[in-house]
């Protein structure tokens, strides 16, 4: 015959078990790689229009040339929850073709000299063509379709790679709660991309810091999604 001391034990076992059991699913859970994939809506009333981004760029140049420019503690260029300034616009209206590497630039730069007016600039790459991303990740790999034109094909190992159908180098990398794209582009442009989901896994939050020669620093801003396909 049992005793009830061993029944006790025994049962104390049993749920002990299951605790450590739950725990280790739940740990697992928890740190299972963050998985972007999915088809994703650009959000126009939550993320940065076109031509505010454009204006923060001229801003940036007439701080940089004004004479008193150094100033120390004078602004620079501000964050997305502080530089946003009316209303956002739709994200398909900045410049035409696919904005790569900031090229393509048609105007006479000696022209520009003589008349004293800087030049003009290129909206940040891919910006006319990010109103709908399709993502595909898994473990080692992902790939990113821009509005059925721009594809972007990468490693996440954190080393650069050639993407955009050669158009830039592109560097992927998963950390702990976001995913990291840094593209490079021609003419020393460059693009660098923070990619945050929601705890549903329903939205997407890019914060981008596009670097172009006309400023020396970077214009940030900020892109959101909706998932379409759940």
């Known amino acids: 015959m ?11 076992a049993v749920l002990a078990v299951v605790f450590v059991s739950m725990v280790s699913r739940a740990w697992c859970a928890g740190t299972s790689p963050l998985d972007f994939s999915g088809i994703w809506r650009l959000d ?16 940036e140049r007439r701080h940089e040339q004004a004479p008193d420019s150094g100033t120390p503690g004078a602004t620079t260029t501000a964050s997305p929850s502080s530089a946003r300034s009316g209303g956002h616009g739709g994200g398909r209206s900045m410049g035409g073709g696919h904005g790569h590497g900031g090229g393509n630039r048609n105007h006479d730069k000696s022209a520009d000299a003589d008349t004293g007016t800087a030049p003009q600039d290129d909206p940040p790459p891919l910006l006319a063509d990010d109103s709908v991303l399709n993502v595909a990740q898994d ?5 990113v379709v821009f509005d059925d034109r721009d594809q972007l094909d990468d490693r996440l190992d954190g080393v650069a790679h050639p993407s955009l159908n050669g158009g830039a180098m592109v560097r992927s990398r998963l950390i702990a709660n976001d995913l990291q794209i840094s593209m ?17 896994g ?3 939050t890019v914060s981008e810091s596009w670097t172009t020669p006309a400023v020396k620093l970077p214009i940030v801003f900020t892109r959101s999604y909706d998932r379409l396909d759940i």
């Open 2 to 12: 049992i005793s009830s001391a061993s029944f006790r034990l025994a049962g104390a």
């Open 44 to 59: 126009d009333q939550h993320s940065d229009a076109p031509a505010d981004i454009a204006a923060r760029l001229r801003m």
């Open 139 to 143: 473990a080692k790999t992902i790939r």
């Open 184 to 200: 490079q582009f021609a003419d020393d442009v460059r693009l660098r991309q923070e990619w945050i989901l929601s705890p549903d």
């Open 202 to 204: 329903h939205h997407l």
